[in-house]
């Protein structure tokens, strides 16, 4: 069975498919939605649903701004996102066009702890692709109650979920 690309909406062939966003894009099709640079799977940032590179797009696009960072010793600028305290080169992982502290970076709904470019955005905030991101944001109504989905009780608020611990 093959799929539409969503950038040139011509099939995508097993061979040549390249999964990313939940879509499968031929290789040379999955690209930055600014500055058009061919961006590999995983390694990309996300904003509505559209790739971009991490650095200078999504940074420049979507990052903080204004006045809103600290020096430090090494010249690097940076307060983690998740804590509000200052991120050392030795400790940061850069993800939504910032650097936050490893065990920072978790979903806003479940705090699975996530790898940098390996999660979905929506409005500047992290989160995983499953189950979070798509049952928060994503269609509704498919692959509802078959193997491999998840279902959650409505009597759960949205932000709440068990730890997975």
């Known amino acids: 069975m093959t799929s539409k ?3 040139c909406e011509k099939p995508v062939f097993f061979a040549e498919k390249v999964s990313s966003l939940g ?13 058009n640079k061919i961006l590999s799977a995983g390694n990309h940032a996300e904003h509505d649903g559209m790739p971009y590179c991490h650095q200078p797009c999504y940074g420049m696009l979507f ?7 600290v020096k430090t010793f090494a010249g690097e600028t940076s307060l983690c996102p998740g804590c509000g305290k200052v ?3 030795a400790e940061k992982v850069m993800s939504l066009g910032r650097n936050w502290h490893r065990p920072c970076l978790r979903c806003e709904r479940c705090k699975k702890t996530l790898t940098p470019g390996g999660h979905a955005e929506h409005e500047g905030r992290p989160f995983c692709h499953v189950p979070c991101y798509g ?3 994503g269609p509704k109504g498919v692959n509802i109650g078959k193997v491999g989905c998840y279902i ?9 979920i068990p730890n997975q611990s």
């Open 5 to 7: 690309c969503p950038r």
């Open 23 to 35: 879509k499968n894009w031929h290789r040379f099709c999955l690209k930055c939605e600014r500055c």
């Open 63 to 69: 990052g903080p701004k204004g006045p809103v960072q």
């Open 87 to 89: 991120v050392y080169f």
């Open 135 to 137: 049952y928060l944001f």
């Open 152 to 160: 959650y009780e409505r009597d759960i608020m949205e932000d709440e």
